[in-house]
């Protein structure tokens, strides 16, 4: 047959998708029994699937067209389908329509709105990971961090406020913001551009959405620290990581993330003493949060460090500050040092494993 394919495949036309809609509402109206609705949705399914995975064929789509309208007659008779049948008559017309233009090669275009540009850049950059293409990935996402720039409005103050605004998105502005921070560390294992990279992305993703919850705040700033320190721009850094226990001086991970740069660095000789000076700090504030977190690293410290007995002494400190009350008591929290990150899942794409040194998830 003389026809190509409608539109490049995985790339829906929303447009043409919503010419079913008036099909599916007299659908429902004719108020069938769950398991013969279920018959008559299975076919328009298959219809939206064709649509949706773009490259279909018009002699398919007419089958279904033609099966859903046997399967009308069948359920309810010619009279009462009669709303139905008029609604796959409009849709067919426009169709013909639609396929005359493929055949001759004057279709225009897909035109994609800003939320749909989006999409596509988000899940090109997850195809990319899958394929074990991490710089190429990043790329496409800081391409998409530019175009999240343009879509927010002053009064969208938190990724989820975007999200909230842009509700037909396939994907999630919050759970993807954190996979590109993540995937950025990542790449800067290979190439130290991409650490700038990180630091810049989440100084402007604050900036961008400022009311953040504090939990996401001391996630974003101790990855600017990072990557400044990655960078071996450490004054920097320390000035990162101070600003941020400033603010927030009761948040345990706060002084972890900035623990860590000092004997858990990679490539880089330990300083124990100020590591666990930074710790100690964090466990003289009677509100911390995470105290457990906090003293479980501290006793981690030490056992690298060599010193047996600061170990015990941390070790018997987070055993008293873990054990159930007999008595109703304030809950204290038990939440686990954090394991290696990964990205969160995307719409439809399983993840590429990690390699040595990358992360796989942040807390």
Same mark, same amino acid.
């Given at each position: 047959m003389d026809w190509r394919p409608s539109n490049e495949p995985g790339?829906?036309?929303?447009?043409?998708?919503?010419?079913?809609? !008036?099909?599916?509402?007299? +659908?429902?109206?004719? /108020?069938?029994?769950?398991i013969r609705q279920r018959k008559l949705n299975g076919i328009l399914s298959a219809l939206m699937m064709q649509i949706e995975d773009g490259g279909d064929s018009p002699e398919v789509n007419r089958l279904l067209l033609d099966a859903l309208r046997a399967g009308l007659r069948h359920q309810v008779g010619e009279h009462r389908a009669r709303a139905a049948l008029r609604a796959i008559d409009?849709?067919?017309? &426009?169709?013909?329509?639609r396929w005359a233009l493929v055949r001759a090669g004057t279709l225009p275009p897909i035109e994609l709105?800003?939320?749909?540009?989006?999409?596509?850049? +988000?899940?090109? /950059? @997850?195809?990319?990971?899958?394929?074990?293409?991490?710089?190429?990935?990043?790329?496409?996402?800081? =391409?998409? #961090?530019?175009l999240v720039t343009e879509m927010a409005t002053p009064d969208m103050r938190t990724a989820s406020a975007f999200d909230k605004a842009y509700p037909g998105m396939?994907?999630? +502005?919050?759970n993807w913001s954190g996979d590109l921070e993540m995937e950025l560390h990542n790449a800067g294992l290979h190439d130290p551009v991409y650490h700038e990279h990180r630091a810049r992305y989440v100084n402007e993703y604050l900036?961008?959405?400022?009311?953040?919850? =504090?939990?996401? @705040?001391?996630?974003f700033r101790r990855a600017e620290g990072e990557a400044l320190w990655y960078l071996e721009r450490y004054a920097e850094a320390e000035a990162v990581y101070q600003a941020l226990v400033e603010r927030l001086p009761n948040k345990g991970w706060a002084y972890i993330g900035w623990s860590d740069q000092y004997h858990l660095s990679s490539g880089? !000789?330990?300083? @124990?003493?100020?590591?666990?000076?930074?710790?100690?700090?964090?466990?003289?504030?009677?509100?911390?949060?995470?105290? &457990?977190? &906090? +003293?479980?690293?501290?006793?981690?410290? @030490?056992?690298? #460090?060599?010193?047996?007995?600061?170990?015990?002494?941390?070790?018997?400190?987070?055993?008293?500050?873990?054990?159930? !009350?007999?008595?109703?008591? &304030?809950?204290?929290s038990l939440k686990s040092t954090p394991p290696l990150r990964a990205p969160s899942p995307s719409r439809s794409r399983s993840r590429a494993k990690g390699k040595k040194?990358?992360?796989?998830?942040?807390?």
């Open positions: 790339r829906l036309d929303r447009a043409r998708a919503a010419r079913t809609d !008036p099909i599916a509402r007299e +659908l429902d109206r004719l /108020g069938l029994p769950p409009a849709f067919e017309e &426009v169709e013909t329509e709105t800003p939320d749909e540009q989006l999409d596509d850049l +988000l899940q090109e /950059g @997850y195809d990319l990971l899958q394929a074990e293409q991490r710089t190429a990935a990043c790329d496409r996402w800081l =391409e998409a #961090w530019a396939m994907q999630s +502005l919050f900036t961008q959405f400022p009311d953040e919850d =504090e939990d996401r @705040y001391v996630m880089q !000789p330990a300083h @124990y003493e100020r590591a666990e000076a930074i710790l100690l700090q964090a466990l003289d504030r009677p509100r911390l949060e995470d105290r &457990v977190d &906090v +003293l479980d690293r501290l006793a981690h410290l @030490y056992e690298k #460090w060599g010193r047996p007995e600061k170990q015990r002494a941390a070790a018997a400190q987070l055993s008293k500050e873990t054990q159930i !009350p007999s008595t109703p008591a &304030v809950h204290v040194g990358e992360k796989k998830r942040r807390r």
